[in-house]
């Protein structure tokens, strides 16, 4: 709200149509596509309408798959259906770039008071104050913009009973909590309030002007101002001017609004900043015979709204969920994709035995981050220790020489087939599995063309298995401007992939508690698991619940599962949906005898089957697919799962972002061996990925 506000509101001033923002980094290799519209939303609703997705990356190689993920690339397993999400947000900043925003509120921004304060340590608090004063005004429903005093004092006047700033216009101008305010300021706003217009203010009277003793003309804002409470705005505002609509029902405040005025109407934002909850909103124009449409910026589909008896129109509103309403020509001219209908009461039909066939469609695979080292061709070895820690202890303790890693694999049951998947193979001067030579003659990769693979399966064998590599070692040095200096030898783990299980042989209590689940506004998630070891296995071919414990912990692709259900009889008025209550991916496609159904990617998560159902048995298909965060980590920091993801939490160390809550180790590396590590664990914490309940199919007359 801060930032979007702030730089849309200076575009508004000087008639900027284009507002650029970068958007998504540090939010994890398992951000799901509802993550990013529901980001997306909260900018349009400020006005931006130019986004910068961080990050796509040319390749993982090396220190890249950490920084600040994720990789909105053609890495992540959801690529082939992005285009469903940016099809989403290019409608957003359509519609944020249609028109002109028109905010007759301002608010003056308190920067100068924040210089003073963050002297004296209450910087923080007094940030934390504005924001709520600008989340309690988007629950108003009014446009407003922020204005900056130095701004003000190049470009304000006063004209027609309206406060100036260049090219905007206000009917009214708020003041939030400050400590000091410019006479400029104040004199222009003496004049706005002889004019006609109406000052207010929040949260008590500055006490500088300019940052002195002033009473005098702090008197003369005393006189001018009138003190009101945050709550109280809505009503202050609608009663100095009617607003061109109004939001009633529970839950309203959580709906945010974005107004735009368009040729001969109005375009209107309206987003559920909630991720819990569903809320059924009544929307009232001050003119209720203008035409209005509903537009889903989800498939494009446009609504003919109904109004109710009172002449308002009531929509329901599922969590992060966007309606568009347009009124005017562009609902007159509009073609209809349907009426919108709100969700009614639903009959349970059948509730599906969470039993499932199941089959990955994309390769498994075995993370190998642990290793032995040595230094000395292979005389004595370390214990086993993460790769990462070695080439980070190394950074501080130079090394430059030969060096031997010692990877580890256990095999119950030899698989169908299988390759070693490495980073840069061509750096390694030797590398062998079980005392056999492996060369590199292939020219495939797994999932990024830096990660090569080569086939390996007549070299595995049963029991342990050892993949020894051999090359010459140099440390990086961080603080160097020369590339190939500052990151060295980037050693990283290895793969095995192919076709197999890798069954959990050790494992610890899930982890409920996690660094996420402390947001309490994001949608509660299942536990995160805890393993500690595992053994490469035959596949089964029957799931229920989270497959990451029945064969697939470190697993990125779509899995499909089928089943089949019985229906008695169809009645000819009524629709058929299949809810999923919980479950753990980004992405569901539904698949009813053979037609397929539009991808389901945000709430509400269900589709509606109706053409594709039959008296009797049905064949049902489910494919779910998920991100690269169970591949790619972070696997081994005791928060477990986050919002807020670089390069320290897949390392343990005290840098940003793990200063939120724990400072974590400088030498997280060595407090490893101490036994007493602040944020790093051996153990793997890897997020569900399945059908966690049983679907249920729901008849709607």
């Known amino acids: 709200v801060y930032c979007g506000t702030g730089a849309c509101s200076v575009a508004n001033q000087y008639e900027i149509s ?9 939010s994890g290799h398992n951000m799901s596509f509802e993550d990013r519209m529901w980001i997306t939303a909260w900018h349009t609703i400020m006005g931006l309408n130019s986004m910068c997705p961080h990050l796509y990356l040319y390749s993982m190689k090396g220190a890249r798959k950490r920084d600040f993920p994720p990789t909105i690339s053609h890495h992540q397993p959801y690529w082939r259906h992005n285009k469903l999400f940016e099809e989403y947000s290019a409608r957003l900043c359509y519609f944020a770039t249609a028109g002109k925003n028109t905010p007759e509120i301002c608010i003056i921004h308190p920067l100068e008071s ?9 910087a923080d608090s007094q940030d934390k104050k504005f924001e709520q004063l600008l989340e309690r005004m988007m629950s108003t429903h009014r446009n407003f913009d922020i204005g900056d005093e130095q701004i003000i004092s190049e470009t304000g006047t006063v004209k027609n009973g309206k406060f100036i700033i260049n090219k905007a216009a206000y009917r009214t101008v708020l003041l939030p909590e400050m400590l000091t305010i410019r006479k400029s300021t104040v004199e222009l706003l003496n004049e706005f309030n002889q004019s006609g217009g109406t000052v207010l203010l929040c949260g008590g009277f500055p006490s500088f002007i300019d940052g002195e003793d002033n009473p005098e003309v702090l008197s003369i804002l005393k006189d001018i101002a009138t003190e009101v409470d945050e709550s109280s705005l809505r009503e202050i505002f609608n009663e100095n001017d009617p607003p061109l609509f109004s939001l009633s029902g529970q839950g309203n405040e959580q709906i945010w609004s974005h107004l735009r005025t368009v040729s001969n109407g109005n375009l209107l934002q309206l987003s559920n900043t909630s991720r819990l909850k569903s809320y059924q909103i009544h929307i009232r124009f001050a003119n209720m015979n203008v035409p209005t449409a509903l537009w889903n910026p989800v498939n494009g589909d446009c609504l003919k709204l109904e109004s109710d008896p009172d002449g308002s129109y009531s929509i329901e509103f599922a969590p992060a969920q966007t309606w568009i309403l347009s009124t005017g020509n562009s609902a007159k001219n509009a073609v209809y994709t349907g009426t919108y209908v709100l969700p009614k009461n ?3 039909l059948i509730s599906l035995n969470n039993l499932f066939e199941g089959r990955r469609l994309n390769p498994n695979a075995i993370v190998l981050d642990f290793a032995n ?32 890693l010692k990877f580890e694999v256990q095999v119950d049951e030899l698989p169908e087939n299988c390759s070693l998947v490495m980073e840069q193979p061509e750096m390694y001067t030797t590398i062998q599995l079980n005392g056999k030579e492996v060369k590199y003659t292939e020219t495939g990769f797994y999932i990024d063309a830096a990660f090569k693979t080569q086939s390996v399966l007549p070299l595995l064998k049963k029991g342990k298995n050892e993949i020894i590599l051999s090359l010459d070692y140099l440390s990086p040095v ?8 500052r990151y060295g030898t980037e050693i990283e783990s290895i793969y095995l992939t192919g076709d197999f299980a890798v069954s959990v042989t050790s494992a610890e209590k899930p982890l409920a508690e996690t660094w996420r689940s402390i947001r309490k506004e994001l949608p509660p998630k299942a536990p995160v698991n805890r393993f500690k070891s595992f053994v490469l296995n035959q596949e089964k071919n029957v799931f229920s619940g989270d497959i990451t414990t029945q064969g697939y912990p470190f697993y990125a692709g779509s899995f499909e599962f089928s089943a089949d259900f019985d229906i008695a009889s169809l009645e000819n008025m009524a629709r058929y949906k299949i809810i999923f209550p919980e479950f753990e991916a980004i992405l569901i496609e539904v698949n009813v005898n053979g037609t397929d159904f539009p991808v389901i990617f945000s709430n509400p998560w269900e589709s509606d089957i109706t053409e594709a159902l039959l008296t009797g048995k049905n064949q049902l298909r489910i494919t779910l697919t998920n991100g690269l965060r ?12 986050f919002t807020e993801v670089g390069p320290a939490t897949f390392h343990g160390d005290a840098g940003w972002p793990n200063t939120n809550i724990k400072a974590g180790d400088w030498d997280w590396y060595d407090a490893r061996l101490s036994g007493n590590p602040v944020l790093w664990r051996d153990t793997y914490h890897t997020i569900p990925f399945g059908i966690l309940d049983s679907p249920v199919i729901q008849k709607v007359k």
């Not at 961080?478 to 200096?485: K, L, P």
């Open 18 to 26: 284009r507002r650029l923002s970068e958007l998504f980094g540090i």
């Open 114 to 122: 924040r210089y003073i304060e963050y002297m004296q340590g209450i």
């Open 346 to 348: 639903a009959e349970t």
């Open 373 to 404: 080292f040595s230094i000395d061709n292979g005389k004595t070895w370390t214990d086993p220790e993460p790769v990462l820690a070695f080439y980070e202890r190394s950074a501080q303790r130079p090394y430059k020489g030969p060096l031997m």
């Open 478 to 485: 961080i603080t160097s401007a020369n590339a190939r200096e």
């Open 630 to 641: 169970n591949l790619l980590g972070p696997h081994h920091h005791t928060g477990g799962e």
